[in-house]
């Protein structure tokens, strides 16, 4: 079970070996290289290979940082033996293979920023990109996780949202935003964006 035409090789032993930690719920023990070659021991207890953008990756609950993460099959090295067996999580979400796609889709953006939207999260979600992830707050505002590759891109994808907001991101971004903002309202009959706020410290 090599990885898609085009994808990174994956020995088939470890998809093996993966596969059936996951089938038999047994925690998994692995040395992870990282995008900059670095290596760690990790600790997880697996639960589904998912296959997207030409590449194997795990879903599994890391032990050491109390989460659930992503890890490129190709990447992996488990050890032998496989440890004790554990009880299921309920999943981050039901669609395992849209929720690894989100997540990879978003770690490629150099620019991301975090945004208090005054809107219930149902009416929201209907029409905001996938890779963008929207957390319910209450019955009457939720958080706007959001990501681009340029932060006029991003800046501009915040704007789009129709209710009010507060944005927390890099000075770049909360540049990006002001320079529409200030297009915007240099336009006969324009508006703005009331309510753009830094992190703490960013100046």
């Known amino acids: 079970m090599p990885a898609g035409r085009g994808g990174p090789a994956v020995d088939p032993l470890v998809l093996t070996a993966i596969a059936a930690a996951c089938r038999d719920r047994q925690r998994l023990r692995f040395d992870y290289r990282a995008h900059d070659d ?3 021991l990790r600790a997880v207890e ?16 890391d032990l050491d940082r109390g989460d659930w993460s992503t890890f490129r099959a190709d990447r992996i090295k488990p050890r032998i033996p496989t440890g004790p067996r554990f009880m299921p999580r309920d999943l ?7 929720y690894v796609s989100r997540r990879v889709d978003a770690a490629l953006f150099h620019w991301r920023a975090r945004v208090t939207v005054h809107k219930p999260a149902a009416e929201l979600v209907q029409w905001m990109p996938a890779a963008v992830t929207v957390e319910a707050v209450d019955d009457r505002s939720c958080l706007v996780h959001a990501g681009a590759e340029t932060p006029h891109v991003l800046a501009a994808l915040i704007v789009s949202i129709d209710a009010d907001f507060e944005v927390d991101a890099a000075p770049e971004v909360l540049s990006a935003l002001r320079t529409i903002a200030d297009r915007i309202i240099s336009r006969p009959g324009g508006g703005g964006c009331d309510h753009v706020v830094g ?5």
Request: charged share 30%; glycine share 10%.
């Open 38 to 40: 670095t290596e760690t």
């Open 46 to 61: 697996p639960y589904r290979l998912v296959h997207t953008g030409r590449k194997w990756y795990l879903v599994a609950w």
């Open 92 to 98: 981050p979400e039901d669609d395992l293979s849209r």
């Open 199 to 203: 992190r703490p410290g960013a100046g």
